[in-house]
């Protein structure tokens, strides 16, 4: 579990539910139950990212990427494998890199990956390896 990870999910979800909380009173009668469902949707969102991201509790959660000549590989919780093509919409930063793939026509794998889930150094080559098209 990645605990940078947590934490971007935690701050996500609490400012999101923060700005829910101050938007200023109105007069119609929709405002609380409005606020009730957009706050009952960032709650499942939280708990759906801490349950299949962070925790990697999800069956379809994946726990292990590879790469080989073939293509990328993604190891699921439930110890399934499934061939994926990586997608430009990938995100690559200093201590965050996000992987989007594509996994047969119309299913779609995200991987997150921090300083904390993988070490620098694996993390540094998983950002060379992107950044000069090897992926």
Partial sequence: MSRR?????????????????LLPPEASSLVWPMRLGVGALVLGSLGFSLWCHVLH????SVVEVAHDDEGWVLTRADGGL????????????????????????????????TEGAVSSEALRQVRVRLRTGGG
Avoid: C, D, I
């Fill in 57 to 60: 509790r999800a069956p379809w």
């Fill in 82 to 113: 499934e061939q994926a093509r990586l997608l430009p919409s990938t995100y690559v930063g200093v201590g965050l890199v996000v992987l989007n793939f594509r996994v047969g026509r119309f299913r779609r794998r995200s991987v997150v990956l």
């Fill in 5 to 21: 990870l947590l934490g971007y999910v935690l701050l996500v979800h609490g400012m999101a539910l923060a700005v829910l909380w």
